[in-house]
């Protein structure tokens, strides 16, 4: 068998999370293969919600495994945070939720740096979630890093020099903590993370495909945060990307089967950085008020704007998409003209290429769509579709070159309209 991947197209938050949980039956394990709590994947059904952070969203299907990859960076304080709110609403994971002993840890240390060096950068500052994901991230490609696996041999050790190896760095910066307050917290989490199974996540997946049997890699942040071809420096430190998965989880290219691509119907992004279609209006602040578009970690307001069919396309290309998946439809209901860029216009010339440096200046142009105007969240099946959203699907297809299968017209699991026709 091959592995599927499900990742973002756009600067996250696009519904990775609802869409896993609802693919999930048709999967034996869900894996989780780059980023950490930086991500905040929502999950709504039976009127409940949940977010996740660094569980993959398969957790909340029967009996199926998830398994957190080797590509994750793992804070073990928010992972026990989030082991006890699901443990609390009912759901035991410690069978059913296996670790990369490879995947490596955020100390108490990771999230100050991370703060120290935005607050160093002033008003370039990337607006990170702040949670130590840049110099987790840092220490792991320069060789300093500490993994999950490291806790069953001479821990302390290891730990110690890592951490006055930050203390060097942070003397340098004017940030105020309490690291033993910090650590107590942090070794807490050490100990619930020990209640659960550390395996050789590359050796589990690829002899979970031998036999047969089927694996949905799950993506975090999106493809415009990618650390190579996302809008740097204002990107994540991992890659986002399809190949993210065979690094993540040690799968060979060739074992890649379908690519799903998540985008919203219009696009959104949290923190600084480029976004040619963002609005400054009230077509814009609807859109943050219909879709409530506030984070689901820091609760920060979501900038908000038009689809972007150049940065898609670009998208498409890095992961090599297969099918296309559409969130938040149901948010443009009430807009009596929809807006797509098609093409960006750099130094007074039209372009449909994606620029090496979007900070350069990239000034949208639009094509405008007629509103489909109707109340789509109680839809049932593609049938129902009025006729503009038909065409607002026809025109993506056409521009994108990859079918859109799946339509998402609320947060619900229920709310999840697949399509049939080719
Ligand atoms: P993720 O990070 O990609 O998993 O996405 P987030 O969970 O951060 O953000 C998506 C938000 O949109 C969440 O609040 C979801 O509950 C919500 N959502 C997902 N799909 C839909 C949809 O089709 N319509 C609406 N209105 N909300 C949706
Ligand atoms: P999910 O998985 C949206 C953004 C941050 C910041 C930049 C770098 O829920 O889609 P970091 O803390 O990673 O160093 O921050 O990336 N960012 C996200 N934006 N959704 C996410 O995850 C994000 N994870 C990071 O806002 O701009
Ligand atoms: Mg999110």
């Given amino acids: 068998m091959k592995i599927d991947v499900l990742l973002g197209l756009q600067w996250g938050d696009e519904g990775k999370g609802k869409v896993v949980d609802v693919l999930t039956p048709s999967y034996d394990v869900i894996s989780r293969f780059q980023g950490g709590p930086n991500a905040g994947h929502t999950l709504e059904f039976e009127g409940r919600k949940f977010v996740l952070r660094s569980i993959p969203s398969g957790i909340f299907q029967g009996d199926k495994i998830?398994?957190?990859?080797?590509?994750?960076?793992?804070?073990?304080?928010?992972?026990?945070?989030?082991?006890?709110?699901?443990?609390?609403?009912?759901?035991?994971?410690?069978?059913?939720?296996?670790?990369?002993?490879?995947?490596?840890?955020?100390?108490?240390?990771?999230?100050?740096?991370?703060?120290?060096?935005?607050?160093?950068?002033?008003?370039?500052?990337?607006?990170?979630?702040?949670?130590?994901?840049?110099?987790?991230?840092?220490?792991?490609?320069?060789?300093n890093g500490l993994r999950v696996g490291d806790l069953l041999h001479n821990f302390d050790e290891k730990y110690k020099a890592a951490i006055n190896r930050h203390l060097d760095i942070l003397k340098h910066y004017q940030i105020e903590f309490d690291l033993p307050a910090l650590e107590k917290v942090w070794f807490e989490g050490i100990e619930k993370l020990k209640e659960f199974q550390f395996i050789d996540s590359e050796h589990f997946i690829n002899d979970t495909l031998k036999s047969g049997k089927k694996v949905l890699a799950e993506g975090a942040q999106g493809t415009m945060l990618d650390i190579d071809f996302g809008s740097y420096p204002f990107v994540t430190s991992s890659n986002t990307i399809c190949a993210g998965a065979c690094t993540g989880l040690g799968v060979a290219?060739?074992?890649?089967?379908?690519?799903?691509?998540?985008?919203?119907?219009?696009?959104?992004?949290?923190?600084?950085?480029?976004?040619?279609?963002?609005?400054?209006?009230?077509d814009g602040d609807e859109m943050r008020r219909i879709g409530f578009e506030f984070g689901s970690v820091t609760g920060r307001p979501r900038r908000c704007g038009w689809i972007d069919l150049v940065a898609l396309r670009y998208a498409i290309m890095i992961n090599g998409v297969t099918q296309l998946i559409m969130m938040k439809a149901d948010v443009l209901d009430s807009f009596e003209t929809i807006k797509a860029c098609v093409a960006y216009k750099i130094d007074g010339a039209e372009t449909e290429e994606f620029p090496f440096d979007l900070n350069d200046g990239a000034e949208p142009v639009f094509v405008e769509l007629p509103g489909w105007k109707t109340d789509l969240t109680s839809i049932k099946s593609e049938d129902e579709f009025p006729e503009e959203l038909n065409s607002y699907l026809d025109f993506l297809e056409e521009e994108l070159g990859v079918p859109v299968k799946i339509v998402s017209v609320g947060p619900d699991r229920e709310q999840t309209i697949i399509r049939h026709q080719d």
């Avoid at 949290?270 to 976004?275: A, E, H, L, R």
Wanted: charged residues 25%; glycine residues 12%; contains cysteine.
């Fill in 253 to 282: 290219p060739n074992k890649i089967g379908d690519v799903y691509g998540i985008f919203k119907a219009y696009c959104t992004r949290v923190g600084s950085g480029p976004f040619p279609t963002e609005l400054f209006d009230h």
């Fill in 66 to 143: 998830n398994v957190i990859g080797n590509g994750v960076v793992l804070d073990p304080a928010l992972f026990k945070e989030e082991v006890e709110s699901l443990e609390k609403s009912g759901h035991t994971l410690t069978d059913r939720l296996r670790i990369s002993k490879k995947a490596h840890l955020i100390l108490p240390t990771h999230r100050l740096l991370d703060m120290a060096y935005e607050s160093a950068k002033g008003s370039g500052k990337i607006g990170t979630t702040g949670k130590g994901i840049g110099p987790t991230y840092t220490d792991k490609v320069s060789r």
